[in-house]
């Protein structure tokens, strides 16, 4: 069942005089349960792709729907009730606030949906369990380590169990260890949960954990890679010979 | 773009972001320069003569000095360290340290002398409106006749300048012992770890509670008549003011936080975004912002106590002379009544002259004072008393055993307190009489000049009256014999009798006029309130200025967290809510301890001051409260502004 769907989605920014395109005619779609992969050089557009899709930003044109919600159509206060119930978010610099434990960062998004404090404690152990941050549950960001903090974040993006998850660079500050163990926790999360993720991320090896992978070039889809039966080792290859033939600065007029 | 352009652009980008310190520095001069004016003004001379006015307003003047430098002082700092990021990165480009000390002084010097020129017109401009004030209050009949003075002019420019000095050395210092790394790191330095509630921040939170009690409970004992605590008078005002302020800075160190911990422990992790923003961000911030609220609480708490004070003296002053002295024109001896009550007649001025006939009696007052009275510095079984015959006071006629006190002062009254019944022995020479004493009365007969400052004086019937008159004992004979009480039929003749009474009367000791009295305390009082209401509105503009900017600073530090909370789906209105409680904290907590603070130290003490406590100090509560909530009201705006930008 397709659960987000993009239909010729434009980005630009800068006046009429001085436009950057950053978008030109994106289209694709999410099904649910799967966990995709933007992929693509630094300013290829791939955040700006997702902000849009997060609805965060605003698209310029075209049509965006998440669960038969049209996103481009919706006042700023329905967005933030939107974004509220039925996305979640883990960012490259974790985003979480300081001021909080951890337990509180991950309950964040269930204060607002009028769970009761015991489901929602019930929900909390379940998914820091699940994710090992349980024992740190009463601690400051800034008493644990980057891998922890990140794992947080998850754990508060999936936690009201939205309709999709938003990952920008999650593994963006963390070592190959943290990386790694927050990926596999990721995709254990998607196949248990049945949780839609859609991730972007300029590292393969990142991208390998995923179902699909889509490239991104100068604002429009380059290609696609599907892992299908392979391994992850040479659906990891595979990802590395497209990045090949993407990368570079050679500009095709 | 060249450093003339770079200097300009921060020029204007700052003056959008200081407005509020822009005001206070307006405020600052304008003020100064007016106190200054009139100081300088000729026509505070003649005004000058009685009250001491310029020499008033010039202490006034040196405080506000002091007030408006540490102010100054302090948002300097508060601004550089905003600025910490910009420094470093000139620093980074290759700029020296010097050219950019040169360049932030050029930027604040036009900042500053721009504030201070357009201060100073201000200034002039209202201090005619100011003596005008002064002129209200104090009765005082004098022209509000300004001219511009030179040397206000000048001694302004000067005070001024040398704060600007002192600014300058300041970031001279800042930015000399920065090195570019460090001026990155500054902001994020400031801010204390929390961890955990440790077992001694809960006793400390403790300790903070029971101190401010013990100060409160010690103040309120402070003139009750305590042996002890009258004896070291001085000594416990100290302890109180010590364990009051230490108990202050401890309550916003651990009480709070020990409060807020216990609160959120209970909420077991589930945080809503309100309390998110208002709670965790505040126990976040209380360990670097506990000094700067304790100072703020002590200094609101001084103002008020002090507004109030001043406001209770001006506001009684009426009523203290009323009771002070009965009549019109209360003369102490037979003659000059009898005269001045002919000059009245030949000036066709329509009066009454009211003659109380008065004698002195030993008076045994320990049934009905108890016997702590003693400390008060007389006896209580043998104090001379004054006393008269009923059939003065028409509303009150007495058998010939009993007794009635009149004529009491409202403020000795308020630490003198009387039992409602029991037994007082009035004796002459040889006889004694016991009384059944009946209570106090209302009613004004005698000045207080008479009755040695306002202690009760004792009516009994007349036939006691007449053997206690007759057996009246030589050793207690009061210093003056006869009173005379002149009343006017028409008040509107008071200017023509008030000259003729200082024509001749009022150069014999003890005679006095009511309103030449009520006109020389109006002048007293009315100068303390100007000077002290001046003051007090400087305190309350710099103290609210300076949590303005301390929220300003906070707000930019959270922004990362309004962007968060913002992407997660919170809107605009969500975080406001939360800001709006944290702000009724930041502000209200400070004002809220320090109106409690300066209740108490205004209940210890207020009767030396006056004879009405509840409604003046009512009344200044309600307006400081009022004016300091503008600054809450306006860091919330800022808040929003901060917040609509965050995504």
Redesign the interface.
């Known amino acids: 069942m397709t659960i987000l769907q993009a239909q010729k989605i434009y980005k630009s920014y800068g006046n009429k005089l001085n436009r950057q395109e950053v978008l030109k005619g994106i289209d694709m779609e999410v099904g649910e349960g799967e966990f995709i992969s933007i992929m693509g050089a630094s300013g290829s557009g791939k955040t700006t792709l997702l902000n849009v899709l997060s609805s965060i930003d605003k698209v310029s044109q075209g049509s965006i729907q998440i669960e038969g919600n049209e996103l481009t159509a919706m006042k700023d206060q329905q967005l933030a009730t939107f974004r509220k119930k039925h996305l979640g978010f883990i960012f490259q610099d974790y985003n979480l606030l300081d001021t909080l434990t951890v337990k509180e960062n991950i309950l964040l998004p269930l204060t607002i949906q009028k769970v009761s404090k015991k489901a929602a404690n019930s929900m909390f152990q379940a998914i820091a369990e699940e994710l090992g941050i349980y024992e740190i549950k009463d601690k400051y960001p800034n008493e644990i380590s980057g891998g922890q903090k990140q794992r947080t974040s998850a754990a508060r993006a999936f936690i009201h169990e939205p309709s999709i998850i938003f990952a920008d660079e999650p593994t963006g500050a963390l070592d190959s260890k943290a990386a790694s163990d927050l990926l596999n926790k990721l995709s254990e999360v998607n196949e248990k949960r049945k949780a839609t993720i859609v991730m972007v991320t300029h590292d393969p090896a990142a991208a390998s954990y995923s179902s699909r992978v889509i490239f991104i070039k100068d604002g429009q889809i380059y290609s696609q890679l599907n892992k299908g039966g392979e391994t992850r080792q040479s659906f990891f290859k595979d990802i590395m010979k497209t990045q090949g033939v993407l990368g570079g600065v050679h500009h095709d007029n | 773009m060249t450093i003339r352009q770079l200097i300009y652009r921060n020029f204007k980008k700052n003056l959008a972001t200081y407005y509020l310190y822009v005001f206070a520095l307006l405020f600052s001069v304008a003020l100064y320069f007016a106190f200054v004016t009139l100081q300088f003004d000729p026509s505070m001379d003649e005004t000058a003569g009685t009250i001491k006015g310029a020499a008033a307003i010039k202490v006034a003047s040196v405080l506000l000095i002091a007030i408006v430098g540490v102010f100054l002082l302090y948002a300097n700092t508060l601004f550089i360290k905003r600025r910490s990021k910009e420094i470093g990165l000139y620093q980074l480009i290759g700029m020296t340290r010097r050219q950019i000390f040169n360049m932030l002084s050029v930027e604040n010097m036009l900042l500053y002398f721009t504030s201070l020129f357009i201060g100073i017109c201000i200034g002039f401009a209202i201090s005619r409106f100011i003596l005008m004030i002064l002129i209200k209050i104090t009765g005082i009949e004098a022209i509000a006749n300004l001219h511009f003075s030179t040397d206000a002019l000048i001694q302004t420019v000067i005070v001024f300048t040398i704060i600007f000095g002192f600014i300058s050395l300041m970031n001279w210092i800042f930015i000399r012992h920065q090195s570019i790394l460090n001026l990155f790191r500054v902001r994020s330095k400031t801010e204390a ?3 955990k509630v440790s077992f001694f921040q809960i006793l400390i939170g403790i300790l903070g509670i029971a101190l401010i009690a013990f100060g409160y409970y010690v103040s309120s004992r402070l003139f009750s008549g305590d042996a002890t605590i009258e004896r070291y008078l001085f000594f416990a005002m100290l302890l109180v003011l010590a364990s009051v302020i230490l108990g202050t800075s401890l309550f916003y160190k651990g009480s709070i936080t020990f409060i807020f911990f216990l609160i959120r422990k209970k909420k ?6 309100r309390e ?1 923003l208002s709670l ?2 505040i ?2 911030r209380m360990k670097s912002n506990a000094l700067l609220l304790t100072i703020i609480t002590t200094v609101s708490a001084l103002a008020i106590g002090l507004l109030s004070l001043s406001y209770i003296s001006y506001y009684s002053a009426e009523k203290t002379i009323y009771e002070a002295i009965p009549n019109d024109y209360a003369i102490v001896s037979h003659e000059d009544g009898m005269a001045f009550s002919a000059l009245l007649d030949d000036h066709d001025i329509a009066h009454t002259t009211t003659e109380v006939d008065f004698t002195i009696s030993h008076a045994d007052l320990h049934d009905v004072l108890g016997e702590h009275a003693e400390d008060f510095g007389f006896k209580v079984n043998d104090t001379p008393m004054i006393v008269v015959s009923d059939k003065n006071i028409d509303t009150i006629d007495l058998q010939d055993n009993d007794t009635v006190f009149i004529n009491y002062s409202s403020s000795i009254m308020n630490i003198l307190t009387f039992n409602d019944t029991g037994t007082v022995q009035l004796s002459g020479k040889s006889d004694a009489h016991d009384l059944k004493y009946q209570g106090l009365e209302e009613v004004y007969i005698l000045p207080f000049r008479i009755t040695s400052g306002g202690f009760p004086v004792a009516v009994v019937s007349d036939s006691v009256f007449h053997e206690l008159q007759a057996d009246e004992d030589p050793d207690l004979e009061p210093f003056f014999q006869d009173f005379v009480g002149i009343d006017l039929k028409d008040k509107a003749d008071v200017d023509e009798a008030e000259e003729l009474f200082h024509q001749d009367i009022s150069q014999y000791a003890g005679n006095e006029s009511r309103t030449a009295s009520f006109q020389y305390q109006k002048e007293n009082m009315g100068i303390t309130m100007f000077v002290v209401g001046f003051l007090g509105l400087t305190f309350l503009v710099t103290s609210g200025c300076i949590l303005y900017f301390k929220q300003m600073g906070e707000s930019e530090e959270e922004r ?2 309004y ?9 605009t209105k ?1 975080l406001l809510t939360g800001i709006k409680r944290k702000q009724l904290f930041n502000f209200g907590i400070p004002l809220v301890i320090g109106l409690c603070h300066s209740y108490f130290a205004v209940k210890s003490g207020w009767f030396f001051f006056g004879n009405e406590m509840l409604t003046p100090t009512v009344i200044v509560m309600l307006i400081y409260t009022a004016l300091y909530s503008i600054f809450g009201f306006l860091s919330v705006l800022y808040y929003k502004k901060v917040i609509k930008s965050a ?1």
């Open positions: 770890k929390i961890g077991g992790g589930y945080l809503s975004i998110v965790s961000s126990m976040f990362p967290n962007t968060i909370l913002r992407k997660l789906g919170f809107t969500d995504l």
